[in-house]
């Protein structure tokens, strides 16, 4: 379980930007897009961040909140970002914001769900890595540090 101590990294390092025309395939029979694909893309994004920030994989380990704000359809052109909000010894809590353009793509950028996920960097045997620090560079990353574990209980 090693990482170089003096090794840190902002949120802007790590942060990973997915874009994807939703398809008719992924909508279910009201003619929205299902839930589970949105939740798919939100794990696919928040995976990259984390594994970026950890420099090795990192797999859920809990999704602490996930808002579905608005329905998506079939030809939105879907917009997942995703960051590292905080990390720990060897979890990362990612957020992840989600954005939908309408399929003519010239009406508003419309915010279609946000997500809050917890990452855990894993070795070769699947046990937990340490990860390095994170750096929050701006105001809005120490913000959104002391948001993440707020109201989540302190496992050790
Ligand atoms: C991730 C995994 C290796 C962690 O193993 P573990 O024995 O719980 O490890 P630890 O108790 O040492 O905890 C490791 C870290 O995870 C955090 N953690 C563990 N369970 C957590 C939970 N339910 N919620 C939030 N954080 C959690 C701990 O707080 C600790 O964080 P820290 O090192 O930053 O302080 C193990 O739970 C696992 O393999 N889970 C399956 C992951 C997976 O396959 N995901 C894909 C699902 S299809």
């Known amino acids: 379980m090693t ?8 949120p802007a390092d790590s942060a990973v930007t997915l874009a994807h025309i939703m ?3 992924d909508t279910n029979l009201y003619g929205t897009v299902h839930g589970g694909v949105v939740m798919k893309l939100i794990d696919d994004a928040a995976a990259a961040a984390a594994g970026r920030h950890a420099g090795v994989p990192a797999v859920t380990v809990s999704v ?14 879907l917009t997942v970002r ?8 060897t979890s990362m809590d990612v957020g992840v914001v989600v954005t939908a353009e309408r399929w003519n793509l010239t009406g508003p950028v419309t915010r279609v769900a946000t997500a809050h996920l917890v990452f855990v960097a894993v070795d070769a045997d699947g046990q937990p890595h340490r990860v390095p620090a994170l750096d ?3 105001p809005a990353d120490r913000r959104r ?5 707020t109201g989540r209980p302190d496992r050790r």
């Open 82 to 89: 995703a960051r590292v909000d905080h990390a720990g010894r």
């Open 64 to 77: 602490e909140e996930m808002t579905f704000l608005a329905p998506v359809r079939a030809g939105d052109l």
């Open 3 to 10: 990482a170089p101590a003096e090794l840190t990294r902002t």
């Open 145 to 149: 540090q002391r948001r993440s574990r």
């Open 136 to 138: 929050p560079a701006t």
């Open 23 to 25: 398809s008719e395939h």
